[in-house]
Nanobody, 127 residues
Framework: VQLQASGGGLVQAGGSLRLSCAAS????????MGWFRQAPGKEREFVAA????????LYDESVKGRFAISRDNAKNTVYLQMNSLKPEDTAVYYC?????????????????????WGKGTQVTVSS
């Protein structure tokens, strides 16, 4: 599967952005999808994940209540709605895909990441 993220940009603190990730291939609906981010000089970190059907989601505590992950399997696209953005949200955001069973591996995404990765999109939040 090939992944292409878009929607990044420059926004003031308190603002909103919606990231999109378009996936190629006919098996998109069978993949768990996720968003990760990496700030300059920092390790990559988990942001959010959604299972193949959209019925289950996970969030890092730092974004819970502010960000929302969703997917449209008919459009082969996963989204990350980001509200109440903070300067510390500034990072390159990456979407990722994973074909394994959600119930088996979801708990490992924050530590181990996912199987397939796309190129990132820059999000910059000014104070």
């Amino acid at each position: 599967v090939q992944l292409q993220a878009s929607g990044g940009g420059l926004v003031q603190a308190g603002g909103s952005l919606r990231l999109s990730c378009a996936a190629s291939g006919r098996t998109f609906s069978s993949y768990n999808m996720g968003w990760f981010r990496q700030a300059p000089g920092k390790e990559r970190e988990f942001v959010a994940a959604i299972n193949w059907s959209g019925g289950s989601t996970l969030y890092d505590e730092s974004v819970k209540g502010r960000f929302a992950i969703s997917r449209d399997n008919a459009k082969n696209t996963v989204y990350l709605q980001m509200n109440s953005l903070k300067p510390e949200d500034t990072a390159v955001y990456y979407c990722a895909a994973d074909p394994r069973s959600w119930t088996v591996v979801a708990g490992t995404y924050a530590r181990d990441g996912m199987t397939f990765w796309g190129k990132g999109t820059q999000v910059t939040v000014s104070s």
